[in-house]
């Protein structure tokens, strides 16, 4: 196989004359030649396979020890000018980051086959999906590509005829965090990633392509590339509204996609188009428009079980790559919260024999890759060309304290500063410390592929394109108390927070206008059968000025941080609610 695009053409035949493979193979997608990378990883030991009766066609891999998060002080966007990068971005001068990767990646393939892995990003024939192509040595990458995205000969074909694609080279080299680096060139439309097999780092159509490149020409085209997973709510009276909502990473995004409604709110349902990544277009119609440009699940494993989210659970039962994850001696997966004890004869995420003292028996980062198909409530509206209308953006992250349960902002420019101040508290799914308190704008840090106030700015102009646009919400579901109780249910009963939301759009439910937005009372949300607490409740919707005086000077100490790079609108709106709240 081969291409009739030139370019697609000349760049093979110059990675391969620096990679050296010994063989290049180009990815029909087929079932057959997935059936032969299987064999051969299972052969070689990257793939162990799990009991077939219990977990047909699902295989485990286990990474290197070091190699098991995205590594962000290794990822860099090159750009000629490095204020283009901007300040939350490693930068690194084009010419050098050329000639490090060369030096990393010349004769790196040598006794290894070269993939050439043809992909688009988006249902296949939507105006707003966009090809790459993926050169890796990595079977693994091959069989987690083609779960992840629209991959192999429609994608070579769609990529013919639009002449447009996204380049990106992949490499494992030797594995070694001192030998990996993985860079971004948007002004050439080129991803080289080299000694990393972990999905974030070596998926180069997920984090790399739709969201740094993407977000880079989608500011160049005026649309948006959002780390958000995009649902569908349907009411009892069979209305069916879409929300997109942004969350930092291992915040909750997939269960709350997959979210099952409480047994007391009888008739609604909710339906999943995407659990990480959004891109958002203005329709003709004036509203934003979402497709997934994503066609699986690269998904934690850690705490899925049948009470946080029953669905993943069965979506994981066949056809599933599991990524360091612990297994039985009979070969079933296990990851911590699946069952209340560890089952006999454990072996853990290296390997060995579990044992407590050697930490958890699946990575915290463990994964699963899944096709979106999989899910019980897959929407069929994922594979609309023109994607689904958003009603609302919502922006949560984990606050244990002072943030309420949801508030609307009571503007897009007001939303967009609620989006920029987005913060929670750490988890595991980047390497780095656990439980500090981190900024993550628009749940975008790790991900935006340019300048954070150019960013802004560009959210900002979006909201001056329409008056039909997603009103912006903020929720956060891990409101604690002093002893670290959580004082809100969540998981199903986040539907009572969605339903509010809905209302609000709609212009049906109450609230309370406080200086930080609309706040409801415990008495404008859906509480029939909900098990809570009314002083838990009260607790959670309650506006605290002191404690947002505190929290807002501390976003104006972080805004401050961008100097010129703020957007002047923005800082008008932090002052506009500064001064609201020392009149509170
Ligand atoms: C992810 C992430 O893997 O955000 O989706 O880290
Ligand atoms: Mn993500």
Redesign the pocket.
């Known amino acids: 196989m081969t291409t009739t695009n030139a370019a697609l053409k000349q760049w093979v035949e110059e990675v391969a004359s620096l990679t050296t493979p010994d063989r290049i193979h180009w990815c029909s997608g087929s079932e057959q030649e997935n059936q032969e990378l299987v064999e051969n990883m299972l052969r070689d030991g990257t793939l162990i396979e799990l009991d077939p009766r219990t977990h047909p066609q699902s295989y485990l891999h286990l990474s290197h020890p070091t190699d098991v998060a995205r590594t962000e002080h290794l990822t860099f966007i090159c750009t000629s000018r490095k204020d283009d990068a901007g300040p939350t971005n490693n930068w690194m001068e084009p010419d050098e980051a050329h000639g490090r990767l060369d030096q990393l990646l010349r004769g790196s393939m040598k006794g290894r086959t070269m993939f050439v892995v043809p992909y688009v990003m988006g249902p296949i024939d939507s105006p707003y999906a966009q090809g790459g192509v993926e050169i890796t040595d990595s079977p693994y990458v091959v069989a987690n590509m083609r779960i992840m995205t629209r991959m192999g000969q429609p994608a070579l074909k769609r990529i013919e005829h639009d002449g447009y694609f996204v380049k990106g080279l992949h490499s494992l080299g030797d594995l070694s965090p001192e030998r990996r680096l993985i860079m971004h060139f948007p002004e050439e439309d080129l991803i080289e990633s080299v000694g990393s097999g972990y999905g974030g780092n070596a998926l180069l159509g997920k984090?790399c392509h739709a969201l740094r490149i993407a977000s880079w020409k989608a500011r160049e085209q005026g649309w948006m590339a959002e780390?958000m997973l995009i649902m569908g709510v349907e009411s009892p009276e069979g209305e069916t509204h879409y929300l997109c909502a942004a969350f930092p990473?291992a915040c909750g995004?997939t269960n709350l996609a997959m979210l099952v409604p409480p047994e007391s709110m009888k008739g609604w349902r909710v339906w999943t188009v995407g659990e990480?990544?959004a891109w958002l277009n203005l329709g003709h119609d004036g509203r934003l428009w979402a497709i997934n440009p994503e066609a699986g699940y690269f998904g934690v494993a850690p705490g899925t079980s049948p009470d946080t989210n029953s669905n993943a659970v069965k979506m994981l039962a066949r056809d599933t790559i599991f990524t360091n994850v612990a297994h039985t001696d009979d070969r079933r997966p296990w990851w911590e919260g699946l069952s209340k004890a560890p089952p006999r004869g454990l072996v853990d995420w290296q390997g060995r024999a579990y044992d407590p003292a050697n930490g958890p028996a699946a990575h915290p980062n463990s994964r699963f890759t899944v096709s979106a198909k999989r899910n019980p409530m897959y929407s069929p509206r994922t594979e609309d060309p023109l994607g689904v209308p958003i009603t609302a953006i919502l922006f949560g992250g984990r606050r244990s304290s002072l943030v309420p349960l949801v508030y609307q902002s009571v503007s897009w420019r007001h939303g967009v500063l609620v989006g920029a101040a987005l913060s929670s508290e750490t988890t595991a799914a980047a390497t780095g410390k656990v439980g500090v308190l981190r900024r993550d704008p628009m749940a975008m840090l790790p991900f935006c592929g340019y300048n954070m106030g150019e960013y802004w700015q560009h959210w900002l102009a979006m909201g001056n394109k329409s008056d039909k646009l997603p009103k912006i919400f903020h929720v956060n579901w891990f409101r604690r108390d002093a002893s670290g109780r959580f004082l809100w249910p969540g998981y199903g009963e986040n539907l009572r927070v969605l339903r509010w939301i809905i209302e609000r759009c709609r212009g049906n439910a109450r609230g309370v206008r406080t200086p930080i937005g609309t706040v409801p009372l415990p008495a404008d949300l859906d509480t029939l059968g909900l098990k809570a607490d009314p002083a838990d409740l009260h607790e959670i919707t309650r506006f605290h000025p002191e404690g947002w005086r505190e929290e807002m000077a501390q976003l104006g100490t972080y805004l401050a941080g961008f100097g010129p790079h703020l957007p002047a609108e923005l800082q008008e709106e932090y002052q506009r609610i500064a001064s609201e709240l020392n009149g509170a």
Do not use: G
């Open positions: 984090k780390h990473s995004k990480d990544i």
